[in-house]
């Protein structure tokens, strides 16, 4: 059993930054995988970021253009997104997501991930 619970969302303008944080207790957290997916006004959940549980494989989503970073920090328990030069587009809810895959790879969909955070909201005004 693993829970998650985000931080770090909030308002800034295009161009800012945000570091959102999602918090793991349980066990084994260094044999998780972890993402970041969103969700904007009207769509559904898309995946943002993921990294394997050792943290040296990572995905992003093409409209990301180098700007997120993913990272994993095994002795914390904690998965960091690091959001730069933010666009109005990269409103939305911002979720949290693990899984515990047989190797050390990710998975890219929402179905493949069985823990959830709450999510946390990050707004960008123009």
């Known amino acids: 059993q693993l829970n998650l619970v985000e931080s770090g969302g909030g308002a800034v303008h295009t161009g800012g930054a945000l570091r959102l944080s999602c918090a793991a207790s349980g066990r084994a957290f260094d044999t998780y995988a972890f993402a970041w997916f969103r969700r904007t006004p009207g769509n559904e959940r898309e995946l943002v970021a993921a990294?394997?549980?050792?943290?040296?494989?990572?995905h992003y989503a093409e409209f990301v253009e180098g700007r997120f970073t993913i990272s994993k920090d095994n002795a914390k328990n904690m998965v960091i997104l690091h959001m730069n030069n933010l666009e109005p587009y990269d409103t939305a809810i911002y979720y949290c997501a693990s899984s515990n895959p047989p190797g050390d790879f990710y998975w890219l969909d929402t179905t493949d991930y069985g823990y959830w955070g709450q999510g946390t909201q990050g707004t960008v005004a123009s």
């Open positions: 990294t394997s549980w050792s943290g040296s494989k990572t």
